[in-house]
Every structure is written in C-alpha cells, then in structure tokens.
C-alpha cells in the first residue's frame, strides 16, 4: 500500500502554526496549489483553519484530480465547534470525485460528532479510498455510528456495481466509541472484507463490543494488525477474538495490553495463538491479569513465531524469574529474536482476596456447566420421546 512518503509531488505547510481565517489569508497557497502540476500529497498539519480560509482551500483542492494523500490533522486548534463543520464539509465535497485519492487523514482534530457528519457523503462516495485516519476526534457513539453507516452505504454500491472494496487501513483510536458504535463498524468491517489494518485503542469498548467486532472482523481473512488496546475483553472478549485469530494467518501485529484478559481470557488467547501464526512479529498482552497457566502455554506459542521481534507481557499476573519467562526468553533466542522480550519490571501477584475471588468464580462456572450440561441431557430424553 502506498503511503505519503512514497510521493514527490508535495504541497506542506506542516508545523508552521498558521492561523488562517479569510480568504485572503491563503491567497498566496491558493495560487500555489492551483499552479502545482500533478500535485499528489497536500499536508496542512499544525495550522488553524477558519472557515473562509478552508472553503478557499477547498475550491482549490476541487481543481486538483491527482491528489493522492490527504494530511488534515490537527488542523483546529483553538477553533469553535461551530467554525469546524463547514470547513469539514467543504473539503470533503470537494475531493468526493478524486479517483486517485488513497489516503485521508483528519487525526487529531477535536471535532466531536457534529464532525461526522460532513464527512458522510464523501464516505459513502468515495470507493477508491484505502486509508481513513480518524485518531483522536471525539466522535462519540453518535459519530461512530455516522462513519460506520457511510462506509457500510459505500460497500453496499460497491456489491450493486460488482467492484471489490477499496478499503484497507482503519484507525480511529481515542474516539469514546463505547458499544454503542459496535454493533454498526461491526456490519461496516464485515461487508467490505478486505480491511488489513485495524486501529481502535482507547475507545471504551467493553465485552459485548469486543465480540461484535471480533466476530465481523474474522471475515477480514487480509487483516495484519489489529490494535485494541485499553478496551475491556474479560473472558467473552477473549474468547471471541481466540475465535478469530485461525481466520487471520497473516496477522503481523496484535495489541491487546491493557484489556483486561483475566486467567480464562488469558488461557483462551494463548492456545489460540499456538497455531497458525508465523508471520507475527509484535505480540502486546500488557497488563492484562494473565497468569502462569496462560503464560505456560504461551511460551509454546512463541515457539511457533519465528518472526516474533516484539513481545511485551509486562503487568501480569507470574514473577518476573519465574521458569516460564525462562522458557520463553530461551525459545526467543532459539529463534534469534533473544532482544524480542520487552521489561518485566511491573509484574503483579495475586493477593489473598483475588486468589479466593478467583476460586469462588471458577466454582460457580463449575456448578453452572454441570447444571447446562443437565439440561442439555434432559432436553434430549424428552427429544425422543414419542408422544
């Protein structure tokens, strides 16, 4: 996939810390940008956009048809919520029928929902796009769910014509967007099918999201990074994502530090990775409550990564000198990765409480098969039953 670097014909202003209200303050870019033959790359980060200033810009950009990357992060700063959505919505308009544009980048923009929806036409429009960087905007289950739709509504026209998705990187981390958005990016990740990368940290996602999205992304049979960190997995998380993970053998990076794996969770992750996943080289489970039985048998698992170059298991739940850490340093060096194992300095032990807690939950999960496992035997007795 090719990305911004990979282009010469580049217009920046990058970093100068413009404040750009009227027209007249972007005259001189306008002219610029008009004259630029073949221009592929514009990168406006680290500036302040009103809205005059960004409707001239966009007449501009109108007149460009071989614009390839977007850069429009951190474009409005200091600017009123108000003053965002026309600017949004006219640059948007304006590369809605570029057939060349791959990538588009509005990361770091402060814009809440009220900033989805003047991207939504050019979503649903735009089918030659491949990477949409929405880091860090505050869209709010309102604003995920507006994006989600717009994409499902441009894979939808894509079915109707016959043409694959063009679809391939997503990120959109620090976006608050809970569960509440799960279910929609779910049905929008499923019906393109050809997403590769996928970037949702931080988002306050919980167990039940985790699984929507868990089981839509298992149709992505492409995917090579998955970022989900510091959202909440427990056990139904994890075992949703364990059941993904065969359906992705070319997944290159998984992080999911920080999201509360717990032991059974753990244990579910941990066998699925045994199998299936040579070509993984960053392995992230911070700070996830994994304990020893998992970490056994994730030391198999390493076993089968020969690629495996980051592994990072700092926060969980087996000491630092334990035999297993061993085990695995002495199976990444075997695999010549001997630098692969991140720091330990943060281990954690189990207090007396937990380790009850623990015990009593297992019990009950004990006592809850044993009674499912009755009814199951019941229910086929009365099965055959000839009345």
């Not at 810390?17 to 033959?37: N, R, Y």
């Not at 014509?161 to 990016?185: D, F, M, Q, V």
């Not at 970022?227 to 994890?238: E, K, M, P």
């Amino acid at each position: 996939m090719a990305t911004q670097q990979e282009f010469t014909k580049v217009w920046s202003i990058e970093g100068k810390g413009l404040k750009l209200e009227t027209a007249e303050d972007v005259q001189e870019f306008v002219k610029e940008i008009v004259a630029f033959e073949d221009l592929e790359v514009v990168v406006m980060s680290g500036n302040t956009v009103g809205v005059e200033a960004g409707k001239a810009l966009a007449e501009a950009f109108k007149q460009k048809k071989s614009l390839k990357v977007m850069n429009l992060s951190d474009i409005f700063t200091g600017r009123l919520r108000s003053e965002i959505p026309p600017v949004l919505k006219a640059i948007c308009d304006a590369l809605e029928d570029k057939e060349e544009l791959i990538e588009l980048n509005l990361s770091d923009n402060a814009f809440g929902p009220a900033g989805a929806e003047p991207m939504v036409d050019f979503l649903a429009n735009n089918r030659h796009l491949q990477v949409l960087k929405l880091n860090n905007n505050g869209l709010g289950v309102q604003g995920g769910n507006l994006i989600a739709k717009a994409l499902l509504a441009a894979q939808e026209k894509n079915v109707a014509e016959g043409r694959p998705s063009s679809l391939r990187t997503i990120i959109a981390g620090r976006n608050r967007l809970e569960n509440g958005s799960s279910k929609a990016l779910a049905e929008a990740f499923e019906a393109h099918g050809t997403l590769r990368e996928i970037r949702l940290p931080q988002n306050g996602i919980r167990p039940e999201g985790i699984e929507l999205l868990a089981k839509s992304l298992a149709k992505c049979s492409s995917l090579e990074v998955l970022d989900l960190q510091d959202n909440t997995f427990t056990d139904v998380g994890a075992r949703a994502v364990a059941d993904a993970l065969p359906s992705w053998p070319k997944l290159s990076v998984l992080n999911i530090g920080d999201c509360l794996l717990g032991k059974r969770g753990g244990v579910a992750i941990a066998e699925a990775l045994k199998s299936g996943h040579e070509c993984l080289s960053e392995l992230i489970l911070t700070y996830n409550e994994i304990q020893q039985d998992a970490a056994e048998i994730l030391a198999d698992a390493v076993a089968t990564m020969k690629n495996l170059r980051t592994l990072e298991l700092n926060g969980n739940y087996f000491p630092e000198d334990s035999d297993v850490v061993d085990k695995i340093r002495e199976i990444l060096s075997e695999n010549g990765n001997e630098e692969a194992l991140g720091s330990l300095s943060d281990m954690e032990e189990l207090s007396e409480d937990e380790e009850e807690e623990e015990a009593s939950e297992e019990e009950e999960e004990e006592e809850e098969e044993k009674e499912k496992d009755e009814v199951d035997e019941l229910a086929d007795k009365l099965s055959s039953v000839k009345v």
